[in-house]
């Protein structure tokens, strides 16, 4: 399912039980949950993993990573830290199939949320 639809009554409005309908993407609701996994919602945050090599930002890119997946979205050396585009990003990877790239924060939110879909 895309989206998620939460109705609500609206108060004080002249029409009785009109509804405001607000759609929530649920992949958006899970990168952020993947976001608070890596990286504890931090877009400044860089960390040296097992591998030797640094990941930064929101979802904890590696730089070889960032520059191959992020090219057709901009990415550079110089933007790795800008969340926005790591969200983007990792969509894209994500939506490729890709969630082996956050290998244990992607089991975690797939527990709590179900799988990236």
Not at 41 to 54: A, E, M, V
Not at 69 to 97: M, S
């Amino acid at each position: 399912m895309l989206a998620w639809i939460i109705s609500l009554v609206m108060v004080g409005t002249p029409l009785p039980f009109s509804e405001l309908v607000i759609k929530l993407d649920v992949k958006d609701i899970w990168i952020t949950k993947l976001a608070e996994c890596e990286s504890m919602g931090s877009t400044t945050i860089r960390i040296l993993d097992t591998n030797g090599k640094y990941s930064y930002g929101l979802l904890m890119f590696q730089m070889k990573t960032w520059l191959f997946y992020g090219k057709k979205f901009g990415a550079t050396r110089e933007n790795i830290y800008d969340g926005e585009l790591q969200r983007k990003v990792a969509r894209k990877i994500l939506d490729d199939g890709g969630w082996r790239h956050w290998w244990t924060c992607s089991k975690a939110v797939t527990a709590k949320l179900g799988a990236y879909e």
